[in-house]
């Protein structure tokens, strides 16, 4: 087994998220962590899967059993599920297709906002919920009054987000808030980190954000926001720098290097069924 996979390291210029409110600082996103084990192939203790952003918003509806969604990459906690970005015949990747669901636990993990040191984890509810055919998981905490009250004595609250009800125009700016993965040896953490992009490119099913400095998978999950605060998506990925067999379509879109996000439209609608589903515990 190689026993977990790894993002990039973010080596640019990045801004730290988060204002003062009533004394908290506000925070938007958080981090992402999913561990894995797999007694009948030796690994009995729970190890690193993957890293990346979340985010917040709150649910509509009352009868919903949770205060918030939270808001990720599918290919984070579930990588075996997206064999476009981890091939099974790479032998890197191939360990991936031994895991199940059940293999898995995740954590909402709250990091020191200068360095990235872990302060607490918080478990996440074993029941998710993947949007079929897109990169799209939603989660739920445990215990939200846990969380809230724990990340109060850090003087910290959360910002839930409020996703737009209609697509942005290109050429609008915006900030993808995230974490910065960077790795030092045997360290690893994710630094809470935003960076400003501006729309390149829209579709019926993808925006297409074009930055000074690439996005890296620490962002991955990490919400997108207009300069009123609405969210317009969430960070998918990073489309290749122009290296791959699609390069000369990439660049005939003029999309290369661009941060791929999943439209707010289609969060929204995903939560909506979320939502009916009554069956949560």
Known sequence: YQRRVRGSTMTQTIFKQ??????????????????FKKPDQGI????????????????????????????????VPYPWKFPKFYPENRPEYAWLYFLKETDTIHKIQLRQEKTGNLIQEFKLSDKTFVMKGRDLIVM???????????????GLAIEPVKHR????????????????Y????????????SLPATINQTTSQSIFLRSEVPSVM?????????????????????????????AAW????????????????????????????????
């Open 165 to 180: 009800d209609r697509n942005p125009e290109e050429g609008q700016r915006v900030l993808v808030i995230g974490n910065d």
């Open 218 to 246: 620490g962002m991955c999950g990490g919400p997108v926001l207009l300069e009123n605060e609405e969210c317009i998506g969430m960070v998918e990925a990073l489309v290749s720098d122009g290296s791959s067999t699609n």
């Open 250 to 281: 990439m660049r005939s879109r003029g999309i290369q290097g661009n941060t791929l996000v999943l439209p707010s439209l289609e969060i929204l609608e995903f939560l909506d069924s979320v939502e009916m589903d009554g069956d949560f515990q």
């Open 140 to 154: 739920h905490l445990e215990d939200e009054e846990f969380f809230e009250d724990a990340i109060s004595l850090h």
């Open 44 to 75: 009995f203790d729970y190890e690193v899967l993957s890293r990346a952003s979340l985010y917040f918003t709150k649910s509509n509806s009352s009868a919903f059993k949770k205060k918030y969604h939270l808001i990720s990459t599918a290919h």
């Open 182 to 193: 960077t790795s030092d040896g045997d360290t690893e953490v994710l630094i809470p980190a």
């Open 18 to 35: 988060g204002y003062q409110y009533s004394g908290k600082l506000l925070r938007k996103a958080f981090a992402l962590c999913s561990y």
